[in-house]
């Protein structure tokens, strides 16, 4: 735990939160818990005792699962670097961070000590103020349209982009796969946005068994929401199964499954409590649940 906070604290310029956690109940009991903040969200940091816990077998980029979350920076923060000047160990090839359009933005993909992979992007001109945000979530679906249906319905909106064909010796060398193909969704929450991937080379895989909470990695991503029934409602009459409620520290909170077994929570806070993505900043210039007219641009 204090190796991880050290440099996601070091490297990314994140801050220790005041409160170490803040989930309203979580399926197994961690040793420890602690909060990282950004401007747009939290990342919590969980260290478990049970064997299943040790280093883990690197996700594949292919997925399927929750790959990797994103830090984005102004390019002139060199954050790329920063990273890999802490160890950590770049999955990119060629010399990251990669130019993948000429659009201004630089990406990199890299893993740090628990072999836990994540992404860098460094914008020319970054639409937010500040050094870092926490840019995405990423999923790898072997169905990214059934992903799709399954998120769009749970958000009441449209992804804001899509595309069918990514491939080139660029794409090659941000994934660090060869020959590689890939379709994305992308969905905006409004503080942070749900990356949707399908590779069809290398073949996304159908996905096994759910992994262990416990295990090394992405265990769970939670949404905040203002009413907590009915989204469960919303849920149940999909035919998705809920646990039941679960409530600590001012917030109550769900647990469900999408259509790939990603376990995702949703959760309700009271008004006075601190860590509410209420306070943090939106991602206004993308159309979001509480925007959904936003014109995206292109």
């Known amino acids: 735990m204090e190796a991880s906070l050290a440099f996601y604290q070091s490297a990314a310029s994140l801050t220790r939160g005041e409160h170490d956690r803040i989930c309203g109940g979580l399926p197994i009991e961690p040793e ?8 747009n969200g939290y990342l919590q940091l969980m260290q478990f005792a049970s064997a299943e816990s040790d280093p883990a077998v690197a996700i594949p980029v292919e997925g399927p699962g ?13 954050l790329f670097n920063k990273f890999i000047g802490l160890n950590a160990s770049t999955v990119s090839t060629g010399e990251p961070p990669i130019d993948l359009g000429g659009y201004g933005v630089r990406y990199g993909y890299a893993r740090d000590a628990d072999n836990i992979m994540f992404e860098v992007e ?4 970054p639409p937010f103020k500040g050094p870092i945000w926490i840019a995405h979530v990423a999923l790898v679906s072997h169905d990214i349209d059934r992903s799709v249906a399954f998120y769009q319905s749970l ?17 090659e060398e941000v994934t660090g796969l060869k020959d590689v193909g890939a379709r994305a969704a992308w969905f905006n929450t409004g503080n942070m946005i749900v990356e949707i991937w399908q590779y069809t080379n290398p073949v996304t ?13 992405y265990n769970k991503y939670a ?9 469960c409602k919303k849920l149940s009459d999909a035919g998705v199964e809920i646990s039941e ?5 001012e ?10 077994g990603n376990l995702f929570s949703l959760l309700q806070t009271t008004d006075s409590n601190a860590t509410s993505v209420r306070d943090v900043k939106k991602i206004d210039w993308l159309p979001s649940p509480a925007a959904p007219d936003v014109t995206p641009p292109g």
């Open 32 to 39: 420890q818990t602690a909060t990282l903040e950004s401007p």
């Open 66 to 78: 929750v790959t990797h979350v994103c830090f984005q920076s102004p390019a002139d923060d060199h």
């Open 122 to 125: 460094q914008l020319d001109k």
């Open 155 to 171: 958000f009441g909106i449209e992804p804001y982009r899509r595309i069918n064909r990514m491939r080139g010796q660029r794409a």
């Open 205 to 217: 895989p159908e996905p096994g068994s759910p992994v262990a909470f416990d295990q090394v990695g």
């Open 223 to 231: 949404f905040e929401v203002f009413d907590l029934d009915a989204e």
């Open 245 to 249: 409620k679960m409530t600590s520290n």
């Open 251 to 260: 917030v109550t909170e769900v647990y469900a499954r999408d259509p790939d």
